[in-house]
């Protein structure tokens, strides 16, 4: 009962007046995706409903690879994870040069198991962050990309 209303909480925190969801919303909960089910799964929905940005479809894909973790069925966990990472994949494409498609990118890369060969753009995607670090204005993020890259 308790776990049902904590997520009832941040289905309902997620949306703004306009039926949108908050972008560090997103971001705070994508930090726990992996470690909460729960979360995991009210993420992939919202965005599911919430595809009108590319940063918000790269989410979408990052939360649907961490929901991999999730899933019990190899053959579901495979495909969970493709589904994924093309969306991820989908997003950079149509802005190559945003740092927080990047960074979820880079984030799905590092903690991907090798044999799932998603690992092609570590070095190119740590050194274009790296460079562009100090544009981020987000406390949230700044935060998520240094544990990301260990500093």
Not at 2 to 17: D, H, M, R, Y
Not at 36 to 49: Q, T
Not at 72 to 87: A, C, D, H, I, Y
Not at 117 to 146: C, F, P, Q, W
Request: contains cysteine.
């Amino acid at each position: 009962m308790k776990a049902t209303l904590i997520i009832l909480s941040i289905i309902f925190g997620l949306l703004s007046e306009n039926k949108s969801i908050e972008i560090e919303t997103v971001r705070k909960n994508y930090s726990s995706a992996a470690a909460n089910e729960l979360v995991c799964d009210a993420m992939i929905i919202e965005l599911k409903k919430n595809k009108n940005s590319t940063v918000l479809l790269g989410y979408l894909g990052g939360f649907q690879t961490v929901w991999a973790n999730h899933v019990f069925n190899p053959v579901s966990k495979l495909n969970t994870f493709n589904e994924g990472k093309r969306n991820i994949e989908k997003a950079i494409k149509s802005d190559p040069n945003s740092l927080e498609l990047r960074f979820v990118r880079l984030s799905v890369q590092k903690n991907a198991p090798s044999f799932l060969g998603y690992s092609s753009a570590i070095e190119e995607d740590e050194r274009y962050i790296k460079k562009y670090k100090n544009t981020i204005h987000s406390t949230e993020l700044l935060k998520m990309v240094n544990a990301l890259l260990n500093e």
